[in-house]
T-cell receptor, first 114, second 107 residues
Framework: NAGVTQTPKFQVLKTGQSMTLQCAQD?????MSWYRQDPGMGLRLIHY???????DQGEVPNGYNVSRSTTEDFPLRLLSAAPSQTSVYFC?????????????FGSGTRLTVV | KNEVEQSPQNLTAQEGEFITINCSYS?????LHWLQQHPGGGIVSLFM???GKKKHGRLIATINIQEKHSSLHITASHPRDSAVYIC?????????FGAGTRLTVKP
């Protein structure tokens, strides 16, 4: 089925470990983005990309890196995990940054840093 | 102060009732989105609005650009409408989200 595939669904990390959250879409969307969702705070934008080779920071980028080498893939890297990065992470894509046609979200990754 | 404020935070309704969820924002926007987050956590786009009103089935979304306010209405609510409804505003390439409204519809 067409959509956004996010892996893994669950992950437990130790403080200081690094990992990559994968996000792939097969809808030829130009815009891709990563969000974190924390209780009581709503979704917050971490990084976004408006096309292959182009990335930029969102509201809460510290501690995360991204790259966009292809239209389909937009991985999120945690460089040195901290307990403050415990959260649920969502990847989303759309035809444009404005969200034309709506956003398609991945199923989320629940990350716990101990 | 959050750039996007939603009200109410929680809403309980009886099946069949008319539901209204409100969203106010304090910044200039390129578009406003309504999202639905299911109890299992999945998020679905419901509407994108730049002006006026949109309708999809029992859901109606309106926006008043001058007043910086949007409403999401659900007619003839049903238990399957129980979810968290999230308002989000587009700022060029960035997005800001409300904290969400948790709706519970009882049979």
């Amino acid at each position: 089925n067409a959509g956004v595939t996010q892996t893994p669904k669950f992950q437990v990390l130790k403080t200081g470990q690094s990992m990559t959250l994968q996000c792939a879409q097969d809808m030829n969307h130009e815009y891709m983005s990563w969000y974190r969702q924390d209780p009581g705070m709503g979704l917050r934008l971490i990084h976004y990309s408006v096309g292959a080779g182009i990335t930029d920071q969102g509201e809460v980028p510290n501690g995360y890196n991204v790259s966009r080498s292809t239209t389909e893939d937009f991985p999120l890297r945690l460089l040195s995990a901290a307990p403050s990065q415990t959260s649920v992470y969502f990847c989303a894509s759309s035809y444009s940054a404005k969200g034309s046609g709506g956003y398609t979200f991945g199923s989320g990754t629940r990350l716990t840093v101990v | 102060k959050n750039e996007v404020e939603q009200s109410p935070q929680n809403l309980t309704a009886q099946e069949g009732e008319f539901i209204t969820i409100n969203c106010s924002y304090s910044v200039g926007i390129s578009a406003l989105h309504w999202l639905q987050q299911h109890p299992g956590g999945g998020i679905v786009s419901l509407f994108m609005l730049s002006s006026g009103k949109k309708k999809h089935g029992r859901l109606i979304a309106t926006i008043n650009i001058q007043e910086k306010h949007s409403s999401l209405h659900i007619t003839a609510s049903h238990p399957r409408d129980s979810a968290v409804y999230i308002c989000a505003v587009g700022l060029d390439n960035d997005m800001r989200f409300g904290a969400g409204t948790r709706l519970t519809v009882k049979p």
